[in-house]
């Protein structure tokens, strides 16, 4: 990226300062939005383990009866899957360990001889473009969250209808 500019003499310490605080900004920010992502997806996989343990309970309730719908028992068999399903599309996204995204570097990449013949203003513009990869981590995993958390509450949200869909199309197959 530092290879791209032109105008080197035109970089300042004050420029310098003012791109890293803009690029700390940015990676706070995408930071602060990775967690509040994890804890939507919490609340999304709970309510999908709502789904799941209520449908079978009520399959187990059903199973125990003495005369059975089973229309009603594959509808609720089939609402369990998609929900499983689902949850464990959203834990694998969202919910699973992902690369720690360290807010600065270490000491043994800054202070090295090579590092330590450059002014602060450049070491300061590489930092910059360190940061933009650890950003752009975090902006990866957050847009894939997002995605995760929105696609399981649209499942949760069609549910009723996937459910009468299927209750429908058992029905028809069962012959009730």
């Known amino acids: 990226m530092l290879e791209k500019l032109k105008n080197f003499e035109n970089v300042t310490l004050e420029k310098a300062e003012y791109v890293e605080k803009q690029a700390e900004r940015t990676l706070e920010f ?6 509040l ?4 997806a919490h609340t999304t996989i709970n309510w999908l383990f709502a789904i799941i343990l209520g449908c079978s309970g009520y399959t187990a309730t059903l199973l125990e009866s003495r005369h059975i719908p089973w229309w009603l028992v594959i509808t609720l068999f089939f609402v369990t899957l998609i929900s499983g399903w689902q949850a464990v599309s ?3 996204i969202s919910l699973t360990a992902r ?3 360290p807010p600065g570097n270490v000491p043994k990449n800054l202070i090295t001889d090579s590092m330590l013949q450059y002014d602060i203003k450049w070491i300061r513009l590489a930092e910059s473009v360190t940061l933009q990869e ?6 990866d995993h957050n847009h ?3 995605n995760a958390v929105n ?8 549910l009723p209808i996937i459910a009468i869909a299927i209750g429908i199309i058992s029905m028809i197959m069962i012959g009730v």
Do not use: G, P, Y
Request: a positive charge; aromatic letters at 10%; glycine letters at 0%.
């Open 30 to 35: 995408a930071m602060e939005s990775r967690k």
């Open 37 to 40: 992502l994890t804890q939507e």
């Open 90 to 92: 959203l834990f694998s």
């Open 99 to 101: 690369e720690l995204i």
């Open 134 to 139: 650890r950003i752009q981590l975090a902006q």
């Open 144 to 146: 894939d969250s997002a």
């Open 151 to 158: 696609k399981s509450r649209w499942v949760i949200a069609f």
